[in-house]
């Protein structure tokens, strides 16, 4: 989000930015530039999303999409009143599902067209984790949040001027589903001027380690690294007992923690990425639930990593398997890519630079901002 409201900024478009401040993410006013609030007209507000355990049962005889209630805020609500009274806008970009509940709001203090911006295909995310889930009671409860979701998202596809997916396969589930929303692929922007992403260089033999940075309470997260310890963390642990394995984030769960392996480093808390990764030449990114883009995998990309992933962690990111990246959902294909990159350094610099390169070309943020703002003089 921040790269594409500077890359609107930059593209000589005026922007205000209120947002919602959640505990997850849970921002403090005074740690957002200073620049980029006075420019931004950024405003907070704290709202409170917590999963509750009563407000969570009474939800299940409304018929209602729980994973969406929690975002209504009378304090939001509030705030977008006060500022669509004080200002007229042309465009007001949604950013995710979980603002379109105030809908109904905009188009009523507002003639704006409006924009959402889709993250993913929300309820996809929750039709796989439902579809990989054994436990039969939590399977059903996952199926009915998948179902209010779905029937939610796609009624609201059509009550907003343009649909920005992150993702062009998103775009085709929407088409699929008989959405007649105006669309773009409008992708991850990265600024390759920042300090973060500007300088590259290939990886050296000290740096094929394998790791990954990511929080840990999210669902897919967990059920990803359940697979990659179970079939091939072991093999890769008894062949090659050099090899080391850095896991970074938040939240870890205590089966991850209490894992008995030498060569495995966790960091439960957060961690600056632009730190972590560096030394590191090899992401993992096992998935098989979500939709949209694995945004640190782009990130990943534009610094030169080599990233090994799954089909669904590639999804919606128009890369080659085996020319900029890796690509595989068996097990023992993982165990051999990592095999061939732990001893072929040449290899591993040839998809960095590979990688690198092609970030530059898909990623550039203020090219995503142009197209935007150049789709909206045509909805």
């Known amino acids: 989000m921040y790269s594409l409201y500077n890359g609107l900024i930059e593209n000589g478009n005026n922007v205000h930015i209120l947002a919602m401040n959640t505990h997850k993410q849970y921002c403090d006013l005074k740690n957002v530039p200073s620049d980029f609030k006075s420019k931004s007209k950024y405003l907070l507000v704290d709202i409170d999303i917590r999963i509750k355990i009563l407000p969570a049962f ?76 054994n436990n039969i009671l939590k399977k059903c409860y996952l199926n009915l949040l998948s179902r209010r979701l779905k029937k939610y998202e796609l009624s609201t596809l059509d009550k ?25 692929y409008l992708p991850f922007g990265i600024n390759f001027n920042d300090e973060e992403f500007k300088h590259y260089t290939p990886p050296e033999i000290d740096e094929l380690v394998l790791f990954h940075i990511g929080s840990m309470d999210w669902l897919p997260h967990q059920e990803a690294f359940k697979w ?37 480093f966790i960091t439960n808390s957060y961690v600056d990425g632009k730190i972590f990764m560096n030394k590191k030449a090899i992401m993992i990114v096992p998935s098989f639930s979500g939709s949209g883009i694995r945004i640190k995998i782009a990130e990943g990309m534009a610094k030169g990593k080599v990233i090994l992933t799954t089909s669904n962690g590639a999804m919606g990111i128009p890369c080659i398997d085996r020319q900029n990246i890796f690509i595989s959902d068996k097990s023992d294909e993982w165990i051999s890519i990592i095999f061939q990159c732990m001893n072929d350094l040449e290899l591993v610099k040839k998809v960095s630079q590979e990688a690198r390169q092609f970030s530059k070309t898909e990623f550039e943020y203020r090219l995503s901002a142009k197209k935007l703002t150049d789709a909206l003089n045509y909805t």
């Open 228 to 264: 990659f310890f179970e079939n091939v963390w072991e093999q890769i642990y008894r062949t090659l007992p050099h090899v080391k394995l850095y896991l970074a984030g938040a939240k870890m769960p205590d089966w991850l923690t209490n894992m008995n392996y030498s060569n495995v």
């Open 160 to 184: 907003v001027n343009l649909i920005a997916s992150i993702s062009d396969k998103d775009n085709l589930v929407f088409k699929n589903s008989l959405c007649k929303t105006p669309m773009i």
């Open 58 to 133: 009474l939800n299940l005889f409304t018929g209602q999409s729980y994973n969406i209630t929690r975002f209504n805020s009378i304090n939001f609500s509030r705030a977008i009143r006060q500022v669509l009274n004080k200002h007229t806008y042309d465009v007001i970009i949604l950013e995710s599902l979980y603002t379109t509940p105030y809908i109904h709001l905009l188009r009523k203090y507002s003639n704006a067209k409006l924009v959402l911006r889709a993250h993913n295909a929300e309820f996809k995310i929750w039709e796989n984790l439902a579809q990989n889930e």
